[in-house]
């Protein structure tokens, strides 16, 4: 009885406020506030993406130090990407706004505790703020890990003239209207959008930046942490701050000044630091269809073992507007040894310690490269330059080249390193971010990439090598589009020549007195079946050949440096050698295809082979399947 009369009361109470509602107007707490209508939160946004990669790879030749598996199913993505990423937004009604980026990575890979780990932050929460007022807007962020570019010669992401194969996809490419476009766009523009991380650095800090400010004045910077200045010990301390103002004086005329200063400790009982800090002064004129940027910098480098003092810095670029009948891109650059920074557009070399071999983490983020082979576009200290790009449109055929002379400033490490130009992604999948790998302890592999050492057997005393290096580079693309059957094809076709020798030649050169010669060809094809898919094959074939002043092998005869034209008789057009006698081959096909409005589907296989008959250990060959669905939402 007690129960009915308690229920029959709470039932009068719940439907009392509902049934005078129209009578009787519900009271607003009280507030010091003005009236608002509109929700605190009045603007929150979910998108992200959910990606399932399967990988199959099944070698028919493997290194002996090699883990054995011949082998290999797996899912996920290695290299540390998210296989489902929610990016959250919002905007609170004073105009506060805020995000967090939630990541779950390799989500098939069972129950051992080293793979199912919990939701983390991928790129941490940031939140940000932006204040208008007479003097200028104001953007304050700060929280997760944000992506920053200043100048090439402070903070700058590694960024070269787009002349590569796009057979292999990135996860954080975007997924296109329909699946040609990716090609279209490759031909039209020779850009292939890789997302926010192309060209910038990562720091996790304090952001600040002002535009619209009094006599045309902007202003950025950042104080926080990079990856690239890391301390040996992960409880030691390291930061790196930098800021720019800029000037615009007229349209056609921009000023600059950047300030970088990065250190980190050392040890962690002394107060012993590595510290590095930068000027540079940036200036940005154009006179009619021609452009001219340039910056001049001045940097110090200090560390317990050495000082180096203060060393110049020069990058200069002239273009012409792409309007011109043959588009121009000329660059001249000096970098000193001194000048030592790992957040720029430019590899370091002098110095190599500056980034320590923190086991897992070294090579992921930027590797120690000795004398390295680049291509065009990639400046390195301890060296000075000058390149030339031109390129040039007859009807549906587009030609681009540059051609470039480069020399060392000093004498350097007894060493050089190339980067592969095929099969670069896929050794890098067989052993990822690992140093001083494989049978010979030369590869190194870096994020979707791989290079390879070589001892220089002429030193001095002190162990450097006896002589100052010189480097040549000629790169030529050719592009055609057209239609077969009423479907578009476009070919790409990537040819390229470098070269490292000891005298100064205005060509890359082949032969027994060049160092190191490398020689690589790339075509891609791709065809539209329909709308909604594309067809695509790749070919890529590499040469690298070696003369007596580095590694031999250990095979005791000599090898031709070309099988063809040895069984042809043509002795003017090879020679015997027992140095690096490197081939690299890729064949491969693929599928794109289009599920839905933002659903695709991406299939590739490859074959391949790395083989050198000098070095008889060097030997690999298999096949690799792939089969990528990403969802956008």
Same mark, same amino acid.
């Given at each position: 009885m007690y129960m009915r009369v308690i229920l029959r009361f709470v039932f009068i109470l719940s439907i009392g406020p509902y049934a005078a509602q129209d009578t009787i107007p519900q009271q607003n707490p009280f507030s010091s506030n003005s009236l608002s209508f509109k929700n605190p939160t009045s603007a929150i946004h979910f998108s992200g993406f959910y990606r399932f990669l399967g990988f199959v790879r099944n070698q028919q030749e493997t290194f002996p130090n090699n883990s054995g598996k011949t082998t290999v199913i797996s899912s996920g993505d290695a290299y540390r990407e998210p296989m489902f990423l929610l990016k959250l937004n919002g905007k609170t009604r004073d105009n506060i706004t805020f995000g967090a980026d939630l990541m779950l990575n390799s989500l098939y890979k069972g129950p051992n505790p080293v793979n199912t780990k919990a939701l983390t932050l991928n790129l941490g929460l940031n939140l940000t703020t932006s204040i208008s007022t007479k003097f200028g807007t104001f953007d304050f962020k700060s929280g997760g890990v944000s992506w920053y570019r200043q100048s090439r010669l402070t903070v700058w992401g590694n960024r070269s003239f787009n002349r590569i194969s796009i057979f292999e996809r990135r996860p954080q490419?975007?997924?296109?209207?329909?699946?040609?476009?990716?090609? =279209?766009?490759?031909?039209?523009?020779? %850009?292939v959008d890789q997302g926010i991380r192309y060209g910038s650095r990562a720091f996790q800090g304090v952001f600040l930046q002002g535009t619209k400010l009094p006599l045309n004045f902007a202003v950025k910077g950042v104080i926080g942490k990079s990856n690239f200045n890391r301390s040996l010990l992960e409880s030691s301390d390291n930061f790196t701050g930098c800021f720019q103002l800029k000037n615009t004086i007229n349209p056609s005329f921009k000023i600059a000044y950047n300030y970088l200063s990065s250190w980190a400790d050392t040890d962690s009982i002394s107060n012993d630091k590595r510290n590095y800090f930068i000027h540079t002064i940036e200036l940005d004129k154009k006179w009619n269809k021609i452009q001219v940027q340039m910056e001049l910098g001045l940097g110090n480098y200090r560390d317990p073992l050495r000082a180096l003092g203060y060393g110049e810095a020069i990058l200069l670029n002239v273009k012409t507007e792409k309007s011109t009948? !043959? *588009? %121009?891109?000329?660059?001249? +650059?000096?970098? =000193? *040894?001194?000048?030592?920074?790992?957040?720029?557009?430019?590899?370091?070399?002098?110095?190599? /310690? !500056?980034? *320590?071999? !923190?086991?897992?983490?070294?090579?992921? $983020?930027?590797?120690? +490269?000795? =004398? *390295?082979? $680049?291509? %065009?576009g990639f400046p390195v200290n301890n060296r000075q330059g000058a390149s030339i790009n031109a390129d040039i449109n007859l009807g549906k055929l587009k030609l681009n080249g540059g051609i470039g002379v480069f020399a060392e400033i000093d004498t350097s490490y007894a060493a050089l390193s190339y980067i592969h130009n095929v099969n670069s992604q896929t050794l890098s999948r067989i052993y990822l971010f690992a140093q001083n790998w494989g049978p010979y302890n030369a590869l190194n592999s870096t994020y979707r990439g791989v290079f390879e050492n070589v001892n220089i057997t002429d030193t001095s005393a002190s162990g450097l090598a006896d002589f100052k290096k010189f480097f040549n580079t000629i790169e030529f693309q050719a592009k055609f589009a057209n239609k077969l059957f009423g479907k578009n094809y476009y070919i790409f076709a990537l040819t390229r020549l470098n070269s490292c020798q000891r005298e100064l030649k205005a060509l890359p050169q082949i032969g027994n007195q060049t160092l190191i010669s490398q020689l690589s060809q790339e075509l891609d094809f791709s065809i539209e079946l329909n /709308?909604?898919? !594309?067809? $695509?094959? =790749?070919?890529?074939? /590499?040469?690298?050949?070696?003369?007596?002043s580095t590694d031999p092998g250990d095979n005791p005869d000599a090898t031709p440096t070309n099988t063809f034209f040895e069984r042809l008789g043509w002795e003017r057009l090879y020679r015997y050698t027992n140095s690096r006698n490197q081939k690299n081959t890729l064949v491969g096909f693929g599928l794109d295809y289009k599920i839905g409005q933002n659903v695709m589907v991406f299939f590739r296989y490859n074959q391949y082979r790395y083989f050198d008959p000098n070095f008889i250990e060097n030997h690999l060959k298999g096949w690799e399947t792939m089969l990528e669905l990403k969802i956008n939402f």
């Open positions: 490419t975007p997924l296109n209207k329909i699946p040609i476009n990716r090609y =279209s766009n490759y031909y039209n523009s020779g %850009l009948k !043959v *588009p %121009l891109n000329i660059q001249l +650059y000096r970098i =000193s *040894p001194q000048f030592v920074n790992v957040t720029g557009n430019f590899l370091n070399t002098s110095v190599l /310690e !500056v980034f *320590p071999n !923190v086991a897992g983490i070294g090579t992921t $983020v930027r590797t120690p +490269y000795q =004398s *390295p082979i $680049v291509g %065009l /709308e909604k898919a !594309v067809f $695509v094959l =790749s070919y890529g074939i /590499e040469k690298i050949i070696g003369n007596a």
